[in-house]
């Protein structure tokens, strides 16, 4: 069971539409990070959040962390086909002697012209 | 700076051979992480180090070992290579948990 999971897993749009990506889990998180990876290359980050309801923009993306920090969103405006990616929340989860940068289970987003 | 560097880019393995993947950074970043991803999925935590001469396991352990020796290296041993490790391997770091995780290129592994 992955302890950040992302829905939905798979998403193909047309160059304009609008979009929502949801990362959820059952336990707290301190913050919850966003990153975008595209083929053949490691993930980049995007953003951090780390108050409970904050929203942060960037461009057109726009990232809301939940009140109760369980859970995050990432919702594109006017998709463009450069947004095209595989789209990673990930967050510091403590199920040890330390933390650790653990990794949502991907949304791979398709943006057709 | 070179930020993280993993080699090889690619590899080959037979059933049963072992193999090292090396992870360098130069930001002397504390944390550093190994995952596995497959295709278009996210990311599973095979080991990580928070400091040198310290590793923990992640989700995905078995099969795999790490050392730190030093804050700039944190390579990966797989021991007899099985085809369920074929994958791609990110190492990453950061300054801090809560930081920028920085990752390197990836390395491709195939074992037939």
């Known amino acids: 069971t992955q302890l950040l999971e992302q829905s939905p897993q798979f998403l193909s749009i047309q160059e304009g539409e609008n979009l929502t990506v949801y990362c959820n889990s059952s336990?707290?998180?301190?913050?919850l990070q966003w990153y975008r990876q595209e083929p053949g290359e490691g993930p980049v980050l995007l953003v951090t959040?780390?108050?409970?309801?904050e929203v942060k923009k960037l461009k057109r993306l726009t990232f809301q962390f939940g009140d109760a920090r369980k859970d995050s969103s990432l919702h594109i405006t006017a998709a463009q086909p450069g947004d095209t990616g595989l789209y990673l929340c990930?967050?510091?989860?403590?199920?040890?002697?330390?933390?650790?940068?653990?990794f949502g289970t991907g949304t791979l987003l398709a943006v057709q012209p | 700076n070179a930020g993280v560097t993993q080699t090889p880019k690619f590899r080959i393995l037979k059933i049963g051979q072992s193999m090292t993947l090396q992870c360098t950074q130069d930001m002397n970043h504390n944390y550093m992480y190994w995952y596995r991803q497959d295709p278009g999925m996210g990311l599973k935590l095979i080991y990580y180090?928070?400091?040198?001469?310290?590793?923990d396991k992640g989700e995905v352990p078995n099969g795999y070992n790490v050392s730190r020796s030093t804050t700039e290296d944190f390579p990966l041993r797989l021991e007899l290579a099985a085809p369920s490790q074929t994958s791609v391997y990110f190492c990453?770091?950061?300054?801090?948990?809560?930081?920028?995780?920085?990752f390197g290129q990836g390395t491709r592994l195939t074992v037939v």
């Open positions: 180090s928070v400091g040198a001469g310290i590793t």
């Open positions: 990453a770091s950061s300054y801090s948990l809560q930081g920028k995780a920085f």
């Open positions: 959040v780390v108050t409970g309801g």
């Open positions: 990930a967050g510091p989860f403590s199920g040890g002697a330390t933390n650790k940068l653990i």
């Open positions: 336990s707290v998180f301190s913050s």
